[in-house]
């Protein structure tokens, strides 16, 4: 079971039992205070084999639409698990910065710790792309399958962290098409390109205002060619490096977004 406390945010500096965070279940669907919901086949398993809860044990609802819901477990067997809801909290664990993730796909396990890890660290959205040196291809419909499991790699994440908005993973597209579209908004928000020859550093970037976002463009392991660097920049975007170390592709998008978080969120 997860626990939690405000220490993590710097309001006490010990555990107390009323900051316990219960288990917490995503359900996509209407919760009514005073009702009873039946738990997914996957969040069933979840609760029975690997939580092992059991017969009135506390757990934490939420739909994805804002605020969470206690509940208590009222059935739990192997064909249905179903829960009491208790109460609404209008809860929200969401960074003050809205940044958008354009990650250049890459294989499967690298492009999953990046999409978990980056929900974790409070991004907004995230937008996949391909791009010319992308090891990883994939058609309509194997893209459509992987879409469907960031999707469920990001539920998870929120289930995990406690966020009770959840992040969303765009469809794949290419870097071009995503560009072209960029290109027809106004450039209110900050974009940075993450490239190992960029001489500027992330606090030399002034922090975005008003409602303006943060777009955090990563390329693939090995990198933009040099059209595509060109034609990023071409779009409004800041090139930045990190040190003087060239970091791996699933290793660039959490450190920035965690230094990000640090000069201008809640870290």
Not at 3 to 29: N, Q
Not at 223 to 231: H, I
Request: hydrophobic share 35%; glycine share 6%; proline share 4%.
């Amino acid at each position: 079971m997860l626990y939690y406390h405000e220490s993590i945010y710097g309001k006490c500096h010990w555990p107390r039992s009323d900051l316990i965070m219960h288990a917490r279940f995503y359900h996509p669907a209407e919760i009514v205070i005073g009702k009873i919901v039946e738990l997914s086949s996957d969040n069933k398993h979840h609760a029975m084999r690997v939580l092992r809860l059991k017969k009135g044990d506390s757990i934490t609802l939420f739909n994805g639409h804002g605020g969470e819901y206690s509940a208590h477990i009222e059935t739990i067997n192997r064909s249905t698990t179903t829960a009491v809801i208790e109460d609404y909290y209008d809860k929200e664990r969401e960074s003050p910065l809205t940044i958008e993730l354009v990650q250049a796909i890459c294989v499967n396990e690298k492009m999953d710790w990046i999409i978990q890890k980056s929900v974790e660290l409070g991004v907004t959205s995230i937008q996949p792309i391909s791009t010319t040196r992308s090891i990883v291809h994939l058609s309509d419909e194997r893209a459509c399958k992987r879409l469907q499991h960031w999707q469920k790699v990001i539920i998870s994440a929120c289930e995990q962290c406690g966020r009770n908005l959840v992040p969303q993973v765009l469809p794949l597209s290419s870097l071009s098409d995503w560009l072209s579209q960029k290109k027809s908004h106004p450039i209110h928000d900050v974009r940075l390109l993450l490239i190992a020859s960029a001489i500027t550093r992330l606090r030399d970037i002034a922090k975005p205002t008003g409602t303006a976002g943060t777009s955090l463009l990563v390329g693939p392991e090995g990198g933009f060619t040099s059209e595509e660097e060109a034609a990023i920049l071409h779009t409004g975007f800041v090139p930045i490096r990190l040190g003087k170390r060239t970091l791996r592709t699933e290793s660039v998008a959490l450190a920035t977004i965690s230094a990000l978080q640090t000069l201008w969120g809640d870290f």
